[in-house]
């Protein structure tokens, strides 16, 4: 058998290379790098040295922040609001390399390492079939069912150097997920040691940083007015919300396979992108396209974490959501201290807020009279309900009138 392995040089998937080896299959490693901080050179030799036939890096760090973070910004997305589904975004366009890869290489099957507990077994497995079913499917950790305890005495026993880790962690521009270890008991404060990017809040600056971010079209573009590409314009806010102790997320997350787990990211970009990008939504947006846009962003976000990515729902709901975003260009100035991202100022040329309609001082143009005939029919129906409940009988005209 020939297989294609996605290979991140850890535990898991050095088992598999050399477990795969041993079964009699020629393995061809894959290595997508999505902005992860690795050294990809130190994971080919390992692969070359646990005896690879073939070792791929594909460097898709602008592909990921073009084709999955800018989608997941124009939808907000926030799993059970907490959650900007860094994990999740990355594993179809690996899955896409993946397949690519087999392809390429006239492989049989594509073989990743995730185990038959959490929501990326479903995500590699159901983008891998759509793009290509003739490919047979192999996650050993899962149907084999092999244990992390197993692993490392497999792994001692056969040479494979391992490093100790505290936590399984996953790691990509758009965010990292930190799971296992103490973790695991939800009532325990997450150690320091579980965070690389963010400084916890009470070691933040003790001055204020302002941060500017620009959109077109529903996406960012420039940073305090330096217009950046995608990977490097996400790479740059990680540093400087980071350094504010912003993006901590620690939560009790609902899996797809029904589990409930306590999950801990960090995810400073996202944080402030986000909350900076919802706050332009509501000043370019109506009052009725802000309430739809909530459903259709949920639903994008919950087939996403399902690992639904190519169910034709979601190319739908992009269409909706880009003709949407069309008009979400502007600017929005937050303020970040210690732990905490505050929007504190927004521009935009779309906007709908307009100060002379809204402004207290005698120069509003808005006729108040107007207000009063409104006000009438707008509470009809609720002062008549009310009334009715009470038992005080439905009102006569002259008795409701103001
Ligand atoms: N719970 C998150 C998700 O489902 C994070 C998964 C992280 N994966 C990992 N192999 N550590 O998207």
């Known amino acids: 058998m020939r297989v294609v392995l996605a290979y991140s040089g ?9 477990l795969l080896k041993e079964a009699g299959s020629e ?3 894959v290595t997508v790098d999505v902005g992860q901080e690795d050294d990809f050179k130190e994971i080919a030799d390992k692969a070359e040295k646990l005896g690879a036939a073939g070792h791929y890096y594909i460097d898709a760090k602008e592909e990921f922040a073009q084709d999955y973070v800018f989608p997941a910004i124009k939808a907000n997305a926030m799993y059970q609001g907490k959650y900007p589904l860094s994990s999740a975004i990355a594993r179809p366009l690996i899955a896409s390399k993946l397949v690519k890869v087999a392809e390429k290489e006239d492989a ?6 995730c185990s038959g507990k959490g929501n990326d077994q ?6 891998i079939k759509a793009l290509n079913p003739s490919l047979k499917v192999f996650a050993p950790v899962r149907d084999w069912g092999l244990a992390r305890d197993w692993e490392y005495e497999y792994a001692k026993s056969k040479g494979i150097p391992v490093k100790y880790k505290s936590y399984s962690v996953d790691e990509n521009l758009w965010g990292r997920s930190i799971e296992g270890g103490v ?4 009532s325990r404060e997450p150690p320091e040691d579980a965070f690389k990017w963010t400084v916890s809040p009470e070691k933040a600056p003790n001055e204020p940083e302002y941060l500017t971010i620009d959109f077109m079209k529903g996406v960012p573009f420039a940073v305090n007015g330096d217009a950046l590409p995608p990977s490097r314009l996400i790479a740059t806010l990680n540093i400087i919300a980071g350094r504010h102790g912003i993006g901590r997320i620690d939560h009790i997350e609902d899996r797809t396979v029904g589990l409930k787990s306590r999950e801990v990211y960090e995810c400073p970009a996202a944080t402030v992108i986000i909350e900076a990008h919802k706050d332009l939504e509501k000043m370019v947006l109506t009052k009725r396209e802000l309430s739809f846009k909530l459903l259709v962003d949920e639903t994008w976000s919950d087939l996403v974490y399902t690992g639904l990515w190519v169910e034709p729902l979601k190319s739908s709901l992009d269409a909706f959501i880009n003709n949407m975003e069309e008009k979400v260009s502007g ?8 732990g905490s991202a505050r929007v504190v100022g927004r521009s935009s040329y779309n906007s709908l807020y307009e100060d002379k309609l809204v402004a207290y001082e005698s120069h509003s ?3 108040q009279e107007f207000s009063k005939g409104f006000v009438e029919l707008w509470g009809l129906q609720s002062i008549i309900g009310f009334r009715t409940r009470r038992g005080i009988g439905v009102p006569l005209q002259e008795s409701i009138a103001w």
């Not at 600017?331 to 210690?338: A, I």
Request: hydrophobic content about 45%; overall charge negative.
């Open 183 to 186: 973790l695991e008991d939800p």
């Open 27 to 29: 393995v061809i490693t």
């Open 10 to 18: 850890g535990l898991d998937t050095s088992v598999l290379l050399s």
């Open 365 to 367: 143009t808005l006729s």
């Open 331 to 338: 600017s929005v100035t937050l303020k970040l201290y210690k």
């Open 122 to 127: 479903i995500r590699f497995d159901v983008t």
């Open 108 to 113: 049989d099957a594509v073989v990743h390492g």
